[in-house]
């Protein structure tokens, strides 16, 4: 009789045991909660912030960004691409408030021996082929004809020309050349 009474009790001591033990595992596992949740949040900041650097990252040496206006302006003489850029992104801004008909703007890109007979063409085509001779082979690239309030990119292949002569960009609406040109060069 007296072994079979140690039995129950060393059973139940036993039931106590686990009973605490089950307590502190599930201590234990709440806290393992806790922490994965505020890794988790750590892992999402991490994540997006991932997501945010290509587009900081994206090679802001091969692109510019023109502004126009309604007098008749480009904000800067000179494009300077570097030979690292396969292509290079031109962005046209007319900050102006006149319509394209009276006051449009583009971005042509040829070279200055070509310049002048660029220009001829494109003022013997309508407004809406941009003032550009279509599929005119001495044109590297041009974006649309613009009014105040718009804006355009064009992204061309830098293998288009020939480092030996020389280019320029300019608005070809008729008469706008003088006011509105610009020299294209070359840097490693
Ligand atoms: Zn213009």
New binding site residues.
Partial sequence: MKIYLGLIVAAALTLTACGGENKSAVSTSSDVAVSSASEQTISTASSASGVVEPVAVASPDCTTVIV?DDA?KFDIKEISIKSSCKQYTITLKHVGKMPVAA????VVIAKTADKDAVLKDGAEVAIENNYVKPNDERVVAHTK?IGGGQEDSITFDTFKFNKGEAYEYF???PG?YA??NGKIKFAD
Avoid: Q
């Fill in positions: 126009s008749m006051m449009g703007h583009n004809l608005c070809s609406f706008h006011m509105m």
